[in-house]
């Protein structure tokens, strides 16, 4: 059985080598977050545009203030956004504000903080070094210069960037569209009051925003029974779209049907488990070019596989480059015992101690075990035929998404 950093692997290659129109879009700059770029943002001027101040004091020209002690005279004054055209000559300084552009003549900023003023005399309490506290023009960014590369994830610095540079209107690909299909006998919707022996569907919602926080537009197709007709009218509606996820189905009962309608739709199965637990069932196939998630039912395992295969394939299919599983180290607080050849994903508290993350495993009835979840804001990773771990060990865990 594969490895999950196989089965990852395996999505991504398998995400990746489908055909799939690189459909474009524009949004404007406010609806950009998140969204993976299709075309460049290009600095529209150099960056900055002008020699910037960015300290409030006196521009001065170095050679004038070679030791403390200086005396200049203050000639003007230079606010954010106003010009002095006259230039600094020897033996004189300007006034100046964070942001305003350094005058002619002038080449280095004395602190405010670093002066003494007795009228339009000014006195540096130190030395001034040439180009101290000027950024000059163009060395951020020279005009035409790439800003932000396509393929790039929108992020709020990004967004900053692509504001500054006139760029409102941004070129996007298409998010890809993703289905939600819940299955089981068992379940009816979260709305609904269900008899003793029925379960409210909770992996329509937690599929559904774990897609949308990925970046897919989703489609909430409810549950369906275990029943082949209807699962298999289901699927194909599901079909329609790029991603279909299921959960529940997969398992080895007599009424997991998931695999045998997807096989009658002609599915060609990249695995049909994962070495893992929770999560063990996972299966991954393609269907009519669209990729299909069979995800296992309980709700712990659907979260675990979500995050470990199906957001790769959504963050491919968004036009990027799959985002890393964002593993890290903490130091173990209890002792953990787990046996097998599965890696463990374990809801796991984790806490920072000064800079030091801290984890402790919680208490969990298994992988159907929500209440345990939403008090975990992660997971502990134990790795095949580790028996047990000692308290101080270091361990790898990762966030539970919005969690941390
Ligand atoms: P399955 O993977 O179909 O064998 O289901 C495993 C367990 O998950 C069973 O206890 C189901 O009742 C439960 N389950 C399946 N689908 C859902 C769902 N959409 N929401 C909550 N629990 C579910
Ligand atoms: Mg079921």
């Known amino acids: ?41 290009l600095a529209d001027r150099d960056y900055p545009p002008f020699d910037r101040s960015t300290r409030d004091g006196f521009a001065v020209r170095a050679e004038d203030a070679q030791a403390p002690g200086a005396r200049l005279e203050c000639v003007g004054e230079l606010r954010a956004g106003g010009r002095f055209d006259e230039g600094v000559l020897p033996g004189q300084c300007v006034e100046i504000m964070t942001g305003a552009s350094v005058p002619r003549g002038a080449d280095s900023i004395v602190m405010v903080e670093h002066i003494q003023r007795d009228g339009r005399t000014i006195l540096l309490e130190r030395a001034a070094k040439k180009g101290e506290h000027i950024v000059f023009r163009g060395t951020e960014a020279r005009a035409g210069a790439l800003l932000v590369a396509p393929k790039t994830r929108m992020g709020y610095a990004e967004m900053a960037l692509a504001a500054q540079a006139g760029t409102t209107r941004l070129s996007v690909f298409a998010a890809p569209r993703l289905a939600v299909l819940s299955t089981g006998d068992e379940v ?18 937690s599929i559904e925003i774990m897609a949308r926080t990925a970046g897919a537009e989703t489609l909430q197709l409810g549950n369906v029974p275990d029943e082949k007709g209807a699962l298999r009218a289901a699927i194909e509606r599901g079909l329609a779209e790029d991603i279909l996820v299921l ?32 999560g063990r069932p996972a299966v ?23 995050e470990l295969f199906v957001l790769p394939a959504v963050d491919v299919w968004n036009g990027g480059d799959a985002r890393p599983l964002p593993v890290f180290r903490a130091k173990l607080e209890t002792t953990v015992r787990e046996k097998g050849p599965m890696t463990h994903f374990l809801p796991a508290r984790i806490e920072w101690e000064g800079r030091e993350a801290r984890v402790t495993q919680l208490p969990w009835q298994g992988s159907g075990d929500v209440v345990a979840l939403a008090r975990a804001n992660g997971f502990l990773i134990v790795g095949p035929e580790r028996l047990e771990i000692a308290p101080g060990e270091w361990v790898d865990v990762i966030p539970r998404r919005g969690a941390i």
């Open 284 to 306: 991954f196939a393609t269907c009519r070019n669209k990729l299909v998630f069979g995800l296992p039912g309980n709700p712990v395992s659907t979260m675990v596989t979500f």
């Open 247 to 278: 959960s529940g189905g997969v398992s080895m009962g007599k009424y997991d049907l998931v695999e045998q309608v997807l096989a009658d739709l002609g599915a060609e199965f990249h695995y049909t488990g994962v070495s893992i637990r929770p």
């Open 188 to 205: 009816v919707d979260a709305r609904s009051t269900p008899g003793p022996l029925q379960v409210r569907n909770s992996n329509g919602i």
């Open 1 to 41: 059985m594969l490895s999950y950093t196989d089965a990852r692997r395996k999505v991504i290659e398998v995400a990746t080598s489908i055909p799939r129109p690189s459909l474009r879009t524009h949004v404007e700059i406010e609806q950009a977050f998140g969204r993976i770029l299709a075309e460049p943002v």
